[in-house]
């Protein structure tokens, strides 16, 4: 006569043990992280620490030391003037950029219509 087996066991409760026996995160706790993650944004916000950080440098990544002026800003306020187009080298040395940043500001510029091409490194604002 075959042994009789106990009862078996429910994948949900399978499931519920490695979860914790792995201590896997569930949806509760993520929603619950998130509520705090929430409230402490509102924290920051309201002290106004977001602000300024100290030692943080004052230059943002992508803007110039001019005041609040991006790189595409400063390229195309040199173009500008020059009604009769200004070489690429003329603008290297105006604005001390390298060369590859350069070349992907102009690009840029070009690509979205603010610059032309007059001719091979010649350049005219529209």
């Known amino acids: 006569m075959p042994k009789k087996r106990g009862k078996s066991v429910s994948f949900d409760a399978m499931v519920k043990f490695f979860i914790r026996q792995y201590h896997i995160p569930t949806t509760k706790d993520v929603e619950k992280l998130m509520a705090r993650m929430d409230r402490l944004e509102q924290v920051i916000k309201a002290s106004g620490a977001a602000k300024v950080r100290p030692g943080a440098k004052e230059n943002v990544k992508g803007k110039t030391s001019r005041a609040g002026m991006t790189a595409s800003d400063t390229v195309l306020n040199i173009i500008?003037?020059?009604n009769e187009g200004?070489?690429?080298?003329?603008?290297?040395?105006?604005?001390?950029?390298?060369?590859?940043?350069l070349r992907?500001?102009?690009f840029r510029l070009d690509k979205i219509g603010k610059i032309r091409r007059k001719s091979r490194g010649v350049y005219i604002a529209v």
């Open 86 to 101: 200004v070489g690429f080298a003329e603008i290297k040395a105006r604005t001390g950029f390298d060369e590859k940043k």
């Open 80 to 82: 500008k003037p020059f």
């Open 104 to 106: 992907n500001i102009i």
